[in-house]
């Protein structure tokens, strides 16, 4: 079992960076792929970012490429997700997500390969 609390979100003024951090408990960090994703009011649930077991790989969603960046540091057993640029658009809860299989490199955006999710926190950015 693994158990995924996220902190960090808030209210942010267009062109605001806030910092997400995911800390994650009950299994060894290391072994499992992690990822972001977010979730608009009326809007379907969508990927935002993924990095590989060793940290070594990276994906992200194409709207927030050169804005974003995911990080882990699994001494502390965490995931980041640095937002910069803000946009209002990018208003949405946001929840991370660990994946148990793949090999050391791999991610994926598909929110069906993980396998265990946080509760979320809450990002608004104002106009």
């Known amino acids: 079992q693994v158990q995924l609390v996220e902190s960090g979100g808030g209210l942010v003024q267009a062109g605001g960076s806030l910092r997400l951090s995911c800390a994650a408990s009950?299994?060894?960090?290391?072994?499992?792929?992690m990822g972001w994703f977010r979730q608009a009011p009326g809007k379907e649930r969508e990927f935002v970012a993924a990095i590989s077991r060793s940290g070594g790989s990276t994906y992200y969603k194409d709207s927030v490429k050169g804005r974003f960046t995911i990080s882990r540091d699994n001494a502390k057993n965490t995931v980041y997700l640095q937002m910069n640029s803000l946009k209002p658009e990018d208003t949405a809860v946001y929840c991370c997500a660990a994946r148990l299989f793949g090999n050391a490199e791999s991610v994926t955006s598909r929110a069906s390969d993980y396998n265990y999710w946080g509760q979320g926190t809450q990002v608004t950015v104002s106009p």
């Open positions: 009950g299994r060894t960090f290391g072994t499992y792929g």
